[in-house]
């Protein structure tokens, strides 16, 4: 039997850490939605790659290369 659960709070690794101690049981994969910190890190990034296009140091892609990677 497979199960998906989804666990929000401070308590979530608590709880997986006791189910993962149950016999039988096997955690395949923990998936952790980012974190506010992970967005201000990416949107830091990405202001500092607009940063170095605008100074002419970096070359950044068109809109049309980004969907043509998709």
Same mark, same amino acid.
Do not use: C, H
């Given at each position: 039997m497979e199960v998906t659960l989804e666990i929000n709070g401070a308590k979530a690794r608590a709880i997986l850490d006791t189910i993962k101690? @149950?016999?039988?049981?096997?955690? *395949?994969?923990? *998936?952790?939605?980012? =974190? *506010?910190?992970?967005? !201000?890190?990416a949107f830091k990034e990405?202001? *500092?790659? =607009?940063? !170095?296009?605008?100074?002419?140091? @970096?070359? !950044?892609k068109t809109f049309d290369a980004l969907v043509d990677e998709l």
């Amino acid at each position: 039997m497979e199960v998906t659960l989804e666990i929000n709070g401070a308590k979530a690794r608590a709880i997986l850490d006791t189910i993962k101690r @149950i016999q039988g049981v096997e955690v *395949k994969s923990v *998936k952790s939605n980012p =974190t *506010k910190e992970a967005y !201000l890190d990416a949107f830091k990034e990405a202001y *500092k790659q =607009t940063e !170095l296009a605008e100074q002419g140091e @970096i070359q !950044l892609k068109t809109f049309d290369a980004l969907v043509d990677e998709l």
